[in-house]
């Protein structure tokens, strides 16, 4: 009994980034033990794939060494989901929550590990944002799986389309990328109502809670912070660019939208350019790709979402202050200006590094991965990091037939992408201020 | 007679970036129809490719959509000989060596545009570091070209031998990377008077010339700037590092060093360590290498040579900064601090600023040749992007089979790399000082 509490007293003392990491491994670990069992899948699997599937659904990546829609029974799928909301929804609001349920006061340690995982600034917002957050998340998620219903149920019936439908609706909202079709969503490609909902709930845990809990509180643009700002003109602006450069690349490739109706051609282009960042949902076969396409789609996935969202990548933010600092230093300017606001330049220095150490084990990752599997492509090796490190889940078709080292090395790369190359590094680094000019604002990186 | 005086006043007029370019597009004009004469070439030879050689030379690049040692006489070779050395001693010196032989006093806007060119802060030093530049090169080339004859003459005879110790020392020296042997110094391989020359000779020239001045005048390692200590000690890191992963990777290789004797192992993996950071010269077949390699190599090559030297890439001073600013903020400090020094944040922006633009241009690079080159792997593309950007001149060996407007396309690309993103941009930016808690220098980048 004493050393049980000795036990909980060490536990207890792990900073928060080591809890992170521990809750993450345990978690993992259990979700591997239980697909594991015999009654989670139809014929067997390997402990390698059982460690593969549970590490991709808990870090809501989706990449898969063996197909989730033929492999798992309905059992190992509701695992699979369970996993998925785990790990999206955040195991840390799930800690508070849990806190908040047994009648517990949360605690500072429990706030900065929130904070931490949220990205938030300011401690005391923290609490509250987690109540929103949950509330908000389940909403949400049960709204899109009524409508997903609508096509499911008359489809597959009552029990596999509710199903379907709950299974769809979660691994869209956490950005899993998760499907039970072995071809993903491609044959709802010009469907609209799959195509709307399922997009719209990436989009929505994907932009990050703090901006939706500004939307929800100040409803006009001209009130809301300037990181608000910067994410929903950044959002529209990347995406209709997307949109535009898979329409006209892929337009008359006969693998992907050659053959389709051009409504179908624009549904397609839609899809493919919002999800790799970072749902990871395909309507088209990605591995059919033009490489300039692949190319293109890289690089979204290695920008990714927004910060405190359910996806992961450097964040879309990091990439605006790059780019701004970028801007403002070619125009002759010492500060970072946009839409009246300065920003500090520790938030520079913060964007910068986040940036680094993404591109430095990105290209560990890929030089690691040539080395394990000498027969593939090196775009699509360059394609399968990527989409790992930024939790992505598309692959261009390198990931079933991945060497056991090169699983290793997949599963290791998606637990760096989402606990995020900082977290592992160092604790909480408090900028300090500098001289204002304008006035200064906080933006979230990472 | 009145309009010519007119038009002289215009061309004064015009701000250093702008005469920088003007030169840069007179010279290679001059050169593109010397090379189209046709006692240039044996055969003859396209426009393209005469714009292409006379390009590639001028940019000290080393890419050629013809082979140099077959396609052109030796008077043909001559010029490309004197291109390199006009491109890359530095038109820029040129201008103000040819402004002291007709006794003329240095304005002060020559020498902004030597400042410019040379990256240099202080303006008074330049015309000092011109003469030394000057003289010390032609003084290192022609001692080159002495220890080279040692081995050529007696292979070639007098003739031939004293021509190919010319051409080869100022190709060296330049770090244009162009031979006059179809497989460039393959055949030398295992050479030690070959590599050694050829090597000192592309290391001195690209590690740039302020650091020489600094080597020469202070001696003693303690003495030397900021800048100087970081280029001679990240050289040293980056190409031990980079001889270790050649020699590993390609030790079993057959095409590469796998039937070599150790001997010759090390002397390719050093040579072919050394001369990505952007002298060009291979001893060993780079298509030939493994992908994990040239990924590697593209990495060199992106990072480049000196500051003010006649290398190319973003310098290995602005990766330093990156990486410093990186290691800073991962260690909680605002400062970036490094050998009891602490760097202004004004040469972080620009480090980033230059890293960013250049990411920019080759990634736009690789999706339009990906567009010209249906057929072409993307690791080639790839490497012909960053090889032309970062005026290095290897090859995975798409450089021969280039489209018309591929090779357009990279010879946009040469000079774009040349010339700076900077320089095509801005003109200069003067950064204001903040407060200094350890004593400030300054370092170059780009
Ligand atoms: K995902
Ligand atoms: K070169």
Redesign the interface.
Same mark, same amino acid.
């Given at each position: 009994m004493k050393s049980l509490v000795c036990k909980v007293k060490k536990f207890i003392k792990l900073n928060p980034s080591q809890l992170l990491v521990l809750v993450f491994v345990v978690s993992i670990t259990v979700g591997t033990c239980v697909l594991k069992l015999p009654f989670s899948t139809h014929e067997g699997i390997k402990w390698v794939d059982a460690l593969f599937i549970s590490t991709s659904a808990m870090t809501v990546t989706g990449l898969a060494t063996v197909d989730p829609a033929t492999t798992f029974t309905t059992f190992g799928q509701f695992i699979i989901a369970v996993l998925i909301q785990v790990g999206g929804l955040g195991i840390m609001s799930f800690a508070v929550l849990i806190y908040m349920m047994v009648g517990k006061k949360i605690g500072l340690k429990e706030r900065l590990l929130m904070q931490h995982a949220l990205n938030q600034t300011s401690v005391g917002g923290i609490i509250k944002l987690v109540k929103y957050l949950f509330v908000f998340s389940i909403t949400i998620e049960l709204i899109a799986m009524i409508f997903l219903s609508i096509r499911w149920v008359p489809q597959f019936g009552w029990t596999k389309g509710l199903f379907f439908s709950f299974f769809h609706s979660i691994s869209a909202f956490n950005n899993a990328g998760f499907a039970l079709w072995s071809d993903n969503l491609m044959q709802y490609v010009g469907d609209p109502l799959v195509n709307i909902v399922i997009s719209i709930l990436f989009i929505i845990g994907g932009i990050g809670f703090t901006v939706l809990v500004d939307v929800w509180k100040k409803r006009k643009f001209k009130k809301l912070s300037l990181h608000t700002k910067l994410m929903i003109i950044g959002t529209l602006i990347i995406n209709i660019v997307a949109m535009l450069f898979i329409f006209c690349m892929e337009y008359s490739n006969p693998e992907t939208l050659g053959h389709f109706t051009l409504k179908d051609k624009l549904w397609a282009s839609y899809f493919q350019a919002v999800s790799p960042r970072t749902a990871g949902f395909n309507t088209i076969d990605i591995g059919s790709m033009?490489?300039?396409t692949?190319?293109?789609i890289i690089?979204l996935m290695f920008i990714g979402a927004g910060s405190g969202s359910t996806g992961g990548g450097i964040k879309l933010t990091t990439a605006l202050i790059?780019?701004l #600092?970028?801007i %403002?230093?070619?125009?002759?300017k010492?500060d970072i200006v946009v839409l009246k606001r300065t920003i500090n330049?520790?938030f520079?220095?913060?964007a910068?590094?986040i940036s680094?150490?993404s591109i430095v084990f990105v290209?560990l990752g890929?030089?690691l991965l040539?080395?394990t599997e000498r027969n593939a492509?090196?775009?699509d090796i360059m394609f399968e990091v990527v989409s790992a490190f930024g939790t992505v889940g598309l692959s261009a078709g390198l990931t079933v037939t991945l060497s056991s080292v090169g699983k290793q090395l997949i599963i290791f790369i998606m637990i760096l992408g989402k606990l995020g190359p900082?977290t592992l590094?160092?604790s909480l #680094?408090t900028? %300090?201020k500098e001289k204002i000019r304008y006035p200064e604002e906080d933006i979230l990186t990472g």
């Open positions: 033009d490489e300039t692949l190319f293109f690089i790059i780019a #600092a970028t %403002s230093f070619l125009r002759g010492n330049t520790s520079l220095l913060k910068l590094a680094m150490i290209i890929i030089l040539n080395l492509s090196f775009i900082l590094m160092f #680094a900028p %300090s």
